[in-house]
């Protein structure tokens, strides 16, 4: 069995081999495409090996995601920031062209900025799972077939092939919070699934009634080509709250995000670190990408409405985290708050509070991932996540303490971490929008440094619990692990004009499209 297991490792690896020593010959920019089948090719080859293969599968795990990061900060690099806006890196096949349904890929500067997070995300989640012992085999191929899914969403222009990445994004949270999760995790797997689908069914929705709707002959799934159709604004003003609250189940918006807290709460560390730091995301890209972009005059008409509720997400999810005992549950409340500032500058359609966002989306979802690793190194080591149980664990554990810090001050948007350029440029964008709610947005940064000091001056500082007189501080590969999602947060608040500028070059085409700026 070892025999076959490594023959198909080998036939594998000769066949990505063989792909890419094809582009380098033919001078073809697959980079798109490399990413997203790196991930998957790693999680094919994981399926290969044995169960024994534990530590092996582990280090496959790593040496597959190591490069999609470094490709996605080669994609960073090597987009032309114009300030005109457009889509890069292209690729178009046809797929089923009697359906209208190609295969076809481009990011613009959102999308890549995105892609850049996921890079970051993925590699960090699996330094971070190096402790899962119980079916590793299957829990890094999940993970990595997530991580391709991901990929997909964030560069596909083709309605039916986003709707299909974003399934298989999505689905494979069930079977890791259900096997690999801790507490009432069958109940939280199951709420996620049901309402995340409950999303997929108001989004289908949307798509085909985009579909039907577009007027060209044949029907296609395009979505350069919807950018050009001209929909009636009845039809704008009726089907945009579909597509803007099947994104925003996603994206916690609230109401409907009670499913968010008990899926970070229950799930295995990476599965949190990828789900709140990226699959949120997904939704609040989705608004923008399909909702925004394609119903301009719905977006127009709905967007102020349904600005209020965010101020509900960051003033509720605020003080419902600073009433929380479970340490996990304060960082997913926490999630649902910021998240809500994502929304809100998405909502004002200015060009302060679009980049804003998109900005929150990068630092929430590097902070999130530092502190859900974090949370999965204590709770590793203290066997609780009760924040009364804990006390002066920086005296034993001084780098997760320093580390938990720094997260923690990012949270609460201190200058010279990249929390507080976000906020500051959605809060911008509110304040020409709407100035009450932009008062009351910003109001929520009150909060959130109440429960933010109080998790760190109750877990870390102050006398030390004698249960925890013998534990010990992080290892090599966790360090590492925090070493990169610290030095993103520093280094972006430092210094945040390349991300900024980036991020730009694909709000430009949005607000150009949608009619906005300010």
Known sequence: MAAVSFTVIGLVLAALAGFFGYQAATATPFWLT??????????????????????????????????????????????????????????????????????????????TAMFLLTGVIIFAGCLASWSVEHRVREFYALLLLLTSGVFGVFAARDLFLFFLFYEVAVLPMYLLIGIWGTGPKEYSAMKLTLYLLLGSAFMLVGFLALYFASGVTPLTFDMDTMLKTAYSPGFQKLFFPFLFLGFGILAGFWPLHTWSPDGHASAPTAVSMLHAGVLMKLGAFGIIRVAVELLPIGAHAWLPYFAVFTIVNITYGALVAMSQTDLKYVIAYSSVSHMGIVVLGICTLTDAGLNGAVFQMFSHGIMTGLFFALVGFTYGRTHTRIIADFG???????????????????????????????????????????????????????????????????????????????????????ILCLTILAACLILFGMYPRPLVSLINSGVVGVLARVGGGG
């Open 34 to 111: 490399d990413v997203m089948v790196l991930p998957l090719a790693g999680g094919l080859i994981i399926m290969a090996l044995q169960d024994k293969y534990a530590r092996m599968t582990k280090w496959i795990a790593a040496a597959f995601s190591l490069p999609a990061m470094l490709m996605c900060i080669g994609l960073a690099l090597a987009f032309r920031i114009d300030g005109a806006g457009g889509y890069q890196f292209a690729e178009h096949a046809s797929w089923t062209p009697a359906l209208g349904i190609s295969y076809s890929l481009a990011v613009d500067g959102i999308g």
């Open 392 to 478: 002066g664990l920086g005296k034993r554990m001084p780098v997760l303490a320093t580390f938990f810090t720094i997260g923690g001050l990012a949270s609460l948007g201190l200058p010279g971490l990249s929390g507080f350029v976000a906020e500051f440029m959605v809060f911008l964008g509110a304040w020409r929008f709407n100035p009450v709610l932009a008062v009351i947005a910003a109001a929520g940064i009150v909060f959130t440094a109440a429960y933010v000091l109080r998790v760190l001056q109750r877990c870390f500082w102050g006398p030390l619990n004698p249960h925890f007189a013998d534990i010990t501080d992080a290892n090599r590969v966790e």
